[in-house]
Nanobody
């Protein structure tokens, strides 16, 4: 079992940046694939990006490619999401998730979820 706690959300103007952090705890957390998902009001939770346990490979949703960057520091059990050029449509609750199946974009393959952090982008 991996416990996840997100932080770093907030209110930002369009075009601005935010950096989300996810603190992971658990004996094997560094061996898990990690992902970020988001859920806007009235919408399904959607994949944003993911990173392999070693940090060597990443996946991004087309909507954030070139603007967002996921990274991890296994020594600190941390995962980060750097979000640049934010748009109002990026407004959502952002969730960190861990998958024992490794690098994946599939929501159902993530075993552990954080409580989420709100990101609001004003126009």
């Amino acid at each position: 079992q991996v416990q996840l706690v997100e932080s770093g959300g907030g209110l930002v103007q369009a075009g601005g940046s935010l950096r989300l952090s996810c603190a992971a705890s658990g004996r094997t957390s560094s061996s898990y694939g990690m992902g970020w998902f988001r859920q806007a009001p009235g919408k399904e939770r959607e994949f944003v990006c993911a990173i392999r346990s070693t940090g060597g490979s990443t996946y991004y949703a087309d909507s954030v490619k070139g603007r967002f960057a996921i990274s991890r520091d296994n020594a600190k059990n941390m995962v980060y999401l750097q979000m640049n050029s934010l748009k109002p449509e990026d407004t959502a609750v952002y969730y960190c998730a861990a998958s024992s199946r490794g690098l994946t974009t599939i929501k159902s393959l993530y075993d552990n979820w954080g409580q989420g952090t709100q990101v609001t982008v004003s126009s």
